[in-house]
Nanobody
Framework: QLQLVESVGGLVQPGGSLRLSCAAS????????IGWFRQAPGKEREGVSC????????YYADSVKGRFTISRDNAKNTVYLQMNSLKPEDTAVYYC?????????????????????WGKGTLVTVSS
């Protein structure tokens, strides 16, 4: 059974950093796009960053460019999201998602759309 499990988020001060991980089980990360999405209170879920496990191409939302970095470790079946220079507006529940045979532009840039697999989400709070 395919599962995506996010690491625990937490409370971070503005300007701080946090790394999230998404561990996949039940399938191997070949030819998948893996993405991080977030939903802030009272707002729609949005695509933050996506990566292709086949060619490493990436997508970043404008709001996180230059601050967030997505990476993958195919051997560990894990995708990471390094978040630096965090702002209060980054506060949200962060979800990991996966879909096979889709580009990162389609998965993240064209969201909302149907995505095959989701993790349960992890809360990141940026506050002093």
């Amino acid at each position: 059974q395919l599962q995506l499990v996010e690491s625990v988020g937490g409370l971070v001060q503005p300007g701080g950093s946090l790394r999230l991980s998404c561990a996949a089980s039940g399938f191997t990360l070949d030819y998948y796009a893996i993405g991080w999405f977030r939903q802030a209170p009272g707002k729609e879920r949005e695509g933050v960053s996506c990566i292709s496990t086949s060619d490493g191409s990436t997508y970043y939302a404008d709001s996180v460019k230059g601050r967030f970095t997505i990476s993958r470790d195919n051997a560990k079946n894990t995708v990471y999201l390094q978040m630096n220079s965090l702002k209060p507006e980054d506060t949200a529940v962060y979800y990991c998602a996966a879909e096979e045979f889709v580009t990162v532009q389609a998965m993240c840039g064209n969201y909302p759309r149907i995505i095959d697999y989701w993790g349960k989400g992890t809360l990141v709070t940026v506050s002093s």
